[in-house]
Structures are given as structure tokens and as C-alpha cells.
């Protein structure tokens, strides 16, 4: 490709809403181009890197005996009516609906479950074609609220979905560690660091979900990693050791004076105990104004995914002032006791503490000696806990820390979720009909395309690992107007595109300082110039994208020369 030629511009400064440094170096770069929030067009070199990844992940799968395809984007309604995500709060706004001509509802495709569990439907009918998995390259849309950081999240977007298909889960569990380690490959060949945690299933359902999260300051997600044993969990998820309260021989409930005092904080200085010796009241509501009240341990905080998962997956947001007030309840002095017309959900936590504070529901007022489950009753007891810095590790003890990251890739145990309900069932050995059982598996390209941009750049611009770099040579010549420096540059480019070489030509007629920045900015690996004073000792410039030093090579051996700095890429694993 000559540069004079290529279609989009490099751009000297960072435009001015672009925040995160792979948003800013694709735009610069001339990656991708915005045409409305979230929604990006990729210009040719942005393309490249893409089918770079997508090439990568064809082969990862194939290499599992994964089979590509290709489902639609447009859905008819009925068939997410069938899983009940149609209508559920979650995915809600975020999936696309509107009516054809012919009045019908449709969706567009944000996933595909729906539509890969009907293929099973249709073309599965025995044990004995299982277990299967297929894989798609496809865009999907999801009208996110807040599209931020270019590439990272976006509305329109195309991702890596696969779907196996097993007769128990016997066989998916036997299957998983090979996705698993699949993903591994997959980020590993791109350059990429990813670390695997445990995470909340969300909206897919299924009983077991795996992340691959990029750790990075930009990242959305809040990650608990121990460094002793290297657990790792998404905070949504995340477990940790509670520890216990005070244990005594329960005391009779009595009711006393906290005048001014609606903290947990303040309580507990007021009545001379520990925050873990104290009940706190967290408030969250339906889409439908219902008030769900959390109860936990004082010295602890609510965990809004794990509340959300234990009230039905409904979508929550903190309670307002008219909700508690239309619900009868006092901020400040909320209790359990006597409350009547509200959901009371309890963590764990309260059972490690006897005799503890709470409030009397009466402005002023606290209740000592409260015990449960004497003094009140939930509909139900789970872990709805947020792990924080320093809590301990459940596995060595150990404090626990907190990092910011990005999430690549997701892996999940679906079960029998999706095919019960589309109605997906098999003939067992012994002619019984089951539901397939099921896992799902997706890694957004373009977002790990922006994440290795994240973990890949300097001060000057990208350095792309050698596996996914849109051109494997960058020739630059100083000397567009000298006949003999354009003919070398020429003979050189051609020459080395002949050898198989992916070559990107700077034949414009631009000083040196622009051209070097452009190709610093664009972060092919291998930079080779071509000058007067080069050619005077038929001799070559050449320099790594991630060295700062340059060296001459003679120009019969440029070739070996490049190959050699191709190898010692530091970015790419030994056996890539």
C-alpha cells in the first residue's frame, strides 16, 4: 500500500472528546472514524488489525473443532418473547425493537442465543450429534446509554460469539477448560495480558461465568485480586471473609434515644459499639417503584449486582425520598422490626452478630439487643456483600486489592436456560427427550482491538505486536524528489511485496519529520529508510517500533534483517 493512495488521514493533535489513549491513537492514526455516538466507521488500517484478530480467532476455534457460521442480525420478537428477555427489565432499552411492513416485531441482534439455540432446535435431534460448537463473526447493536472511549464501549460493534451444544453437563464441564484456554491463546497471540476472574452472569443467565479482563486505570470494571493466591473476581462477584461480630447470650429488645443520628457511624459512637455490632438499611427500587430493603452487617456495604441477582435479576436503582416515604419507612432509623409491605433481603452477614443496633423505625429512635431471627423475618438470606480493599481473601486470608479493567472476552455456563424455554430437546441413549444443554462465549474484536492499543503505545504513538500489526514494514523515503533515492524506495517495496511482505510506502512528498511521526504515530513494527546517505554504502535504516535505537543493514541482507526484528517482537509469546 502507498501511502499517497491510502484512504484516511493521520491526525496531529487528539481530539478533544477523546479521553482514553486507544480512543485518541485510533482516531490519530486513522483506525476508525465516528459517525454518531458509539458507532464507528474502521478506515483501511483500522480494517486490517481487525481481520489480524478475527484471522486469529478463526483459527483458535477451528483448532477446537468449532464450526463458523453466520446468523442474522434481525430477529423476529417472538423468539426473545420465548426466553422472556424481551420484556425483562435487563436487557430493557438497550435491545433495539421496531415493526417490519409487515407489522411484525423485530429486535436487533445484541446476542445471539436466541437464534443459536433455534438452529440447535432445528438440527439437532439425537445424542448422538453432540456435542457440538459453532462460532459466528457477526455486528450486533446495543443502544447503550453511555457509549464511551471509542472503541471500548460502543453501539454497534461486532464480536466473536461461540455456542456449544452438550447431552449433560458432564460433557459442557469436560468442554469449558478447552474454551478457556482457547481464550488464553487468543489474547496471548494478540499481545494482549488478559487475567481471568470470575464474574455475574447477568443477563445470559447460567450457572458459571468467566471474564478475561484487561487490567488497565481505564477500565470500567472494578476488579478483587488477592497477590498471594491469585484469586480474581469482578466486584460484582467477588467473595471475601466477613469475619464475625460480638457473640453474646441475646438480651431483651430496648428501645432507646439516638437523637440526630442516621449514620451507622454516628450510632455506634453514640452508643459505645463497633460498626459490625449494628444492622444498616440500604434502600434500592424496582423499575416499578418497589422498595427493596437490604440489610447487612454495619461495618460491611451492599452489593448492588448480588441484591439485584437475589430479587429475580429485577433492575434496581437507590431508593428516592418518595419511595421510602410512600413505603412508610424512616431514613436514618430504618429497621426490619415490625415493617410490613416491603421486601427485606438480608446478607449473610447478619448471622455472625447477636444483639445489635438497629433502628426502632421511629425518627430518633434505635433499637439495642436486636437478634435474628427472633425480632424479624426476610424472604431471604445470601451473600449481597461488596468486597473492598483490605477485606480478606476466602481462600488464603490474605488482604484483597482493587483494580480498574477492561473486559475482553466472557465465557458462560448456560444450561438448560435457553433450550428449555426455545424449546431445543434431543433423544438421549435411552429415547428420552432432554434439553441440550448449553455455553456461550464471546469476545468483542474491536474492543480488543482498543485494548491492545491500551497495553501497546508510547508517547509517539501505537506499537503493535507483529501478530496483528496492519503492515509487517513501514518503507519511508526522504527523497520523494530524488530520482535515485524514489527508485530505490521503489525497487525495495516492490521487492519485499514480492517476498510475501504486508508493506505500507511513505512515497509522499512530506518532509522527514512528518513522515517519521506518521510512522511512529501508525506503529508498524519494522520502520526501513531509504536515503541519499543510505544508498551511498548500499546500505538500508532499519529500526523496531519498540527499540529506540536504529541500525544500517547492507541492502542484499534487509530481508533477514527483518525477519529477525519480526522474531524478537517482545510483545508475542515463544510459540507465537
Known amino acids: ?112 442465543e436466541e437464534v443459536a439455540t433455534d438452529l440447535a432446535r432445528q438440527e439437532i435431534n439425537s445424542y448422538r450429534q453432540l456435542p457440538q460448537m459453532m462460532y459466528q463473526i457477526q455486528t450486533k447493536f446495543r443502544d447503550e446509554p453511555r457509549s464511551r472511549g471509542g472503541l471500548v464501549r460502543v453501539r454497534e460493534f461486532i464480536m466473536k460469539d461461540a455456542y456449544s451444544f452438550h447431552a449433560d453437563f458432564e460433557s459442557l464441564d469436560a468442554f469449558y477448560p478447552s474454551i478457556y484456554r482457547a481464550y488464553e491463546r487468543i489474547f496471548a497471540r494478540c499481545g494482549v495480558e488478559a487475567l481471568a476472574v470470575e464474574a455475574d452472569t447477568g443477563i445470559m443467565g447460567g450457572s458459571v461465568s468467566h ?105 434496581l436503582h437507590p431508593s428516592t425520598d418518595e419511595e421510602l416515604q410512600a413505603a412508610g419507612i424512616v431514613a436514618g432509623y430504618a429497621s426490619p422490626i415490625g415493617l410490613s409491605g416491603v421486601r427485606v433481603i438480608a446478607d449473610d452477614s447478619i448471622t455472625t452478630v447477636n444483639n445489635a443496633v438497629a433502628g426502632a423505625n421511629e425518627a430518633g429512635y434505635h433499637y439495642r439487643n436486636v437478634n435474628y431471627p427472633r425480632d424479624f423475618a426476610v424472604e431471604a438470606v445470601g451473600d449481597i456483600a461488596l468486597a473492598r480493599e483490605g477485606d480478606r481473601c476466602v481462600n488464603c486470608g490474605e488482604l484483597l486489592t482493587l483494580s480498574r479493567g477492561i473486559e475482553v472476552g466472557h465465557l458462560f455456563k448456560l444450561g438448560t436456560t435457553y433450550s428449555t424455554a426455545v424449546g431445543a430437546d434431543f433423544l438421549d441413549r435411552d429415547g428420552v427427550a432432554r434439553p441440550v444443554v448449553m455455553g456461550s462465549y464471546g469476545i468483542g474484536t474491536g474492543r480488543l482491538l482498543a485494548c491492545i492499543i491500551e497495553q501497546h503505545h508510547d508517547d509517539k504513538g501505537i506499537i503493535w505486536p507483529t501478530s496483528v500489526a496492519p503492515f509487517q514494514v513501514h518503507i519511508v523515503s526522504l527523497g520523494s524528489n530524488d530520482g535515485e533515492v524514489s527508485a530505490a524506495a521503489d525497487a525495495l517495496y516492490e521487492r519485499l511485496r514480492r517476498g510475501g511482505y504486508e508493506v505500507l510506502y511513505d512515497d509522499r512528498a512530506e518532509s522527514a519529520g512528518v513522515k517519521f511521526n506518521d510512522a511512529d504515530l501508525i506503529g508498524i513494527p519494522v520502520r526501513v529508510t531509504v536515503s541519499r546517505r543510505t544508498l551511498a554504502n548500499q546500505q538500508f535504516e532499519l529500526k523496531a517500533r519498540w527499540e529506540a535505537d536504529r541500525r544500517l543493514v547492507p541492502a542484499d541482507e534487509v530481508e533477514a534483517a527483518i525477519d529477525a526484528t519480526l522474531r524478537a517482537d517482545p510483545a508475542m509469546p515463544a510459540e507465537a
Open 211 to 315: 471474564e478475561f479482563m484487561v487490567v488497565t486505570a481505564a477500565g470500567e470494571d472494578t476488579l478483587v485480586l488477592c497477590p498471594h493466591c491469585r484469586y480474581a473476581a469482578n466486584a460484582e462477584k467477588a467473595v471475601f471473609v466477613k469475619g464475625e461480630g460480638p457473640r453474646e447470650v441475646e438480651a431483651p429488645l430496648e428501645k432507646v434515644a439516638t437523637p440526630g443520628t442516621t449514620t451507622i457511624e454516628a450510632v455506634a459512637a453514640l452508643l459505645g459499639v463497633e460498626t459490625r455490632q449494628t444492622y444498616k438499611a440500604v434502600f434500592y427500587s424496582t423499575s416499578a417503584g418497589e422498595v427493596i430493603f437490604a440489610v447487612i452487617r454495619g461495618d460491611l456495604d451492599v452489593n448492588p449486582t448480588k441484591l439485584a441477582n437475589m430479587v429475580g435479576g429485577e433492575e
Open 1 to 112: 500500500m502507498r501511502f499517497s493512495t491510502l484512504f484516511g488521514r493521520t491526525l496531529r493533535e487528539n481530539p478533544s472528546d477523546a479521553e482514553l489513549v486507544s480512543h485518541q491513537l485510533s482516531l490519530r492514526a486513522g483506525l476508525i472514524r465516528q459517525l454518531a455516538a458509539g458507532i464507528y466507521s474502521y478506515l483501511p488500517i483500522g480494517w486490517r488489525v481487525l481481520r489480524k484478530i478475527e484471522q486469529i480467532m478463526r483459527e483458535e476455534m477451528d483448532a477446537i473443532d468449532g464450526q463458523e457460521l453466520l446468523m442474522p442480525v434481525v430477529h423476529p420478537a417472538d423468539i426473545w418473547r420465548a426466553t422472556g428477555r424481551y420484556d425483562a427489565p435487563a436487557p430493557g432499552p438497550a435491545l433495539v425493537r421496531f415493526k417490519d411492513r409487515g407489522n411484525h416485531d423485530m429486535v436487533l441482534a445484541m446476542t445471539h
